[in-house]
């Protein structure tokens, strides 16, 4: 199985209590973990703006962490600006 050029994915693979149905690191659901790998390099990028979305929606604000206090936006956005200048 290939690698996935681009992850989300920051390592912490909890699924919200509310719910179950996001991870709360990247804000996937499982079906969209499970199917990462499959998606072309372009697919991969567009998921990762939806991602931001989501976590927007979800959270009322982007860097609004305060739901979920342990993990830390700057992780994220770390993890963002490494992908964007790949």
């Given amino acids: 199985m ?3 050029k681009y992850s989300p994915c920051v390592k912490v693979c909890t699924y ?5 149905l996001f991870c709360l ?3 996937r659901t499982s079906e969209e973990v499970a199917g990462w790998r499959d998606r072309t390099e372009e697919e991969q990028l567009a998921g990762i703006e939806m991602l931001r979305d989501r976590r927007i929606y979800r959270t009322g ?3 609004d ?4 206090p342990q993990y830390a936006y700057p992780i994220l956005s770390y993890v963002f600006v490494c992908i964007l200048q790949r």
């Fill in 2 to 4: 290939a690698k996935a």
């Fill in 16 to 20: 919200d209590k509310e719910s179950g």
């Fill in 25 to 27: 690191g990247c804000q």
């Fill in 61 to 63: 604000h982007q860097n």
């Fill in 65 to 68: 962490i305060r739901r979920e």
